[in-house]
């Protein structure tokens, strides 16, 4: 092998890139790289805090739908025991009414009765009148037989 100034040369200059690049641009790379990193550190920090919150967060979610379902099951079923009190007071209402309208029914039943009773009563003492004068061929003094028309209507 030939030693000679070039070869000599190229070493120090060799030399010397070696010792600029090692002073002035190595640790900018190593300065960037380590800021790289960190930051690829962090964020992987930043994605599992965020998975854990996103587990948490689906983890409320669900206890409090199941507690929105709980309260609405508990809703329907209050509107449904009040549903059925409802109908239950319309029921006995009803029936309370249909009561009372059949009483008053009866009563008015009763009264027509009562009514037609009288009505057929004078009817009855007029045509037992009218036939006992067309019997008799006389004249039957409606006054001074009042009180034997009245038994004959009680008959009746």
């Given at each position: 092998m030939n030693f000679n100034a070039?070869?000599?040369?190229?070493?120090?200059?060799?030399?010397?890139?070696v010792l600029l690049c090692a002073k002035f641009i190595w640790p900018p790379i190593m300065a960037a790289m380590q800021s790289r990193q960190k930051k690829i550190a962090e964020g992987l920090d930043a994605a599992?805090?965020?998975?854990?919150?996103?587990?948490?967060?689906?983890?409320?979610?669900a206890s409090k739908?199941?507690?929105?379902?709980a309260s609405a099951a508990e809703i329907i079923e209050q509107a449904n025991r009040r549903a059925t009190?409802?109908?239950?007071?319309?029921?006995?209402?009803?029936?309370?009414t249909a009561k009372r309208i059949v009483a008053g029914a009866?009563?008015?039943?009763?009264?027509?009765?009562?009514?037609?009773?009288?009505?057929?009563?004078?009817?009855?003492?007029?045509?037992?009148l009218a036939g006992a004068e067309k019997i008799l061929q006389s004249e039957v003094?409606?006054?001074?037989h009042s009180e034997l028309l009245d038994k004959l209507a009680a008959t009746l």
């Open positions: 070039t070869f000599i040369g190229q070493i120090v200059v060799f030399a010397i890139f599992s805090r965020a998975t854990k919150n996103l587990e948490l967060a689906q983890h409320d979610a739908i199941s507690e929105a379902k009190g409802i109908v239950d007071e319309a029921k006995v209402e009803a029936e309370a009866a009563s008015d039943v009763e009264k027509e009765r009562n009514i037609a009773r009288e009505e057929l009563r004078a009817k009855i003492s007029e045509l037992t003094d409606e006054k001074k």
